[in-house]
Nanobody, 125 residues
Framework: QVQLVESGGGLVQAGGSLRLSCAAS????????VGWFRQAPGKEREFVAR????????YYAESVKGRFTISRDNAKNTVYLQMNSLKPEDTAVYYC??????????????????WGQGTQVTVSS
C-alpha cells in the first residue's frame, strides 16, 4: 500500500505563489508516476501536472503551463508543485496521486491508484 500526504496549501492573493508537497511512503517503489489534480467546487477533478520517478518525464495541463513547476526528490520520496502567478481560478482542493509504471503517462484520474487527502488552495482577487 502507498500512502500520500499533501501539504503546503493555504490562502494567497492573486499573483502570489505557493509550493505544495506530496510525501510518499509505503510501497512507493510500486508506482512510477505522481500526478497533481485539482477539484474546484461544483467542477470535476482535473489534471494539473505529472512527473515520473524513474526518468523525470514531465507533463502539464495547458492552463498551468509556464506558471506551475513540478519536481521530485527521489531521496525524500517527495514530489513538489511550485505554483507561481496564481489566479483566482486556481482555487481548488489539490490532490496528489500515484500510478504504476504501465500507466505512467496517464493524465486520467481513473488511472491513478493511490490518492492523498487533498490540500486546499484559495487565491483571492
Amino acid at each position: 500500500q502507498v500512502q500520500l500526504v499533501e501539504s503546503g496549501g493555504g490562502l494567497v492573493q492573486a499573483g502570489g505563489s505557493l509550493r505544495l508537497s506530496c510525501a510518499a511512503s509505503g510501497r512507493a517503489f510500486s508506482t512510477d508516476a505522481v500526478g497533481w489534480f485539482r477539484q474546484a467546487p461544483g467542477k470535476e477533478r482535473e489534471f494539473v501536472a505529472r512527473i515520473t520517478w524513474s526518468g523525470g518525464s514531465i507533463y502539464y495541463a495547458e492552463s498551468v503551463k509556464g506558471r506551475f513547476t513540478i519536481s521530485r526528490d527521489n531521496a525524500k520520496n517527495t514530489v513538489y508543485l511550485q505554483m507561481n502567478s496564481l489566479k483566482p481560478e486556481d482555487t481548488a482542493v489539490y490532490y496528489c496521486a500515484a500510478a504504476p509504471w504501465r500507466r505512467r503517462s496517464s493524465v486520467k484520474d481513473s488511472e491513478y491508484d493511490y490518492w492523498g487527502q487533498g490540500t486546499q488552495v484559495t487565491v483571492s482577487s
